[in-house]
């Protein structure tokens, strides 16, 4: 880990500069329109994990809102790896992302001739055990985002309301839902356990594919955990045994408390602490005997 007072590496239009030296321009249109995408890699002992997952969904964010990443798969792999190694991260993760570059505001996209601006940063923490192994509150709220949520897009005004709401409401997550059937959390994907099924909600237009979520989903299958990747209901959240949400930071969480009532009896359930110690075999497996 750095010392105080070092300045912190990031990456700059394929360069590894001081963050001191980036200058963000006022016509950034990732500034502007929240015309870009981003991507959150979580890095434990030094190693990506998941790290190929998540620079693939970079560039599936990228096509789908007809962004061009100059840059090839590996070019990718080897900049951020190299901005960990510079940085010395040994715990935490890497945030990345790309716009659509610098031109006179306009809704139109810019002439091709307009570069993309991609910068990247990493950020040093360690695994958030207390919400882990205790589980947290969550709160329900419409879900007022547009319909290309697959997108991880820099547009997160309806997660940022969600997150807030929930906040305020004195719980750690926002459940989102449409016309009362339950989309995803504001920064995770929502999964019930009824009768001793996984169900979560599919990989549509309404969710972002989670990797943690895929990586959840693979394991229960390794492991004869029967899934259902299919919508469910306000009801059926708050009859569930078991809740839990998924994401990058927040590994497998579970929650025990919606809108007040208590989940099945309050405490993590048996099928969410076996999900959680499967994913801690994964990160061992990807990125050597870390120290959970
Ligand atoms: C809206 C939303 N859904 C789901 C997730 C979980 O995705 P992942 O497991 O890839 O971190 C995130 C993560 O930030 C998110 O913002």
Request: hydrophobic residues 35%; negative net charge; aromatic residues 8%.
């Amino acid at each position: 880990m750095r010392g105080v007072g070092i300045v912190m590496k990031v990456i700059w239009q394929g360069n590894i500069v001081d963050r001191m030296d980036v200058h963000v321009d006022i016509e950034d249109r990732g500034y502007q329109f929240g015309d870009g995408i981003y991507e959150v890699i979580r890095v434990y002992k030094g190693c990506l994990f998941t790290g190929k997952e998540h620079i693939n969904r970079l560039y599936e964010s990228a096509s789908k809102v007809r962004l061009h990443i100059p840059y090839s798969f590996q070019q990718m792999v080897d900049m951020l790896t190299r901005l960990v190694k510079e940085n010395e991260l040994q715990n935490g993760s890497i945030y990345v992302q790309v716009t659509r570059g610098v031109s006179p505001r306009n809704h139109l996209f810019p002439p091709a001739t307009v570069e993309t601006i991609l910068s990247a940063y990493t950020k040093e923490f360690s695994r958030p055990v207390e919400t882990i192994y205790n589980g947290v509150k969550a709160k329900t709220v419409e879900d007022i985002r547009w319909l290309k949520c697959d997108v991880k897009s820099l547009n997160l005004l309806g997660n940022v309301l969600a997150k807030q709401s929930a906040y305020e409401a004195g719980c750690f997550e926002a459940i989102q839902h449409r016309i009362g059937m339950v989309t995803e959390g504001s920064a995770s994907n929502i999964a019930i356990v009824v009768d001793g099924k996984v169900k979560t909600h599919p990989a549509n237009h309404l969710i972002l594919n989670g990797i943690v979520r895929q990586v959840m989903l693979q394991t229960c299958v390794s492991n004869h955990i029967q899934v259902d990747e299919a919508p469910f209901t306000l009801e059926d959240l708050m009859r569930a045994d078991e809740i839990f949400m998924t994401s990058t930071t927040s590994e497998i969480t579970p929650i025990v408390e919606v809108d007040g009532t208590i989940i099945g009896n309050g405490m993590p359930g048996p099928i969410t602490k076996k999900l959680q110690s499967y994913y801690e075999e994964e990160i061992k497996k990807q990125c050597g005997s870390y120290c959970l």
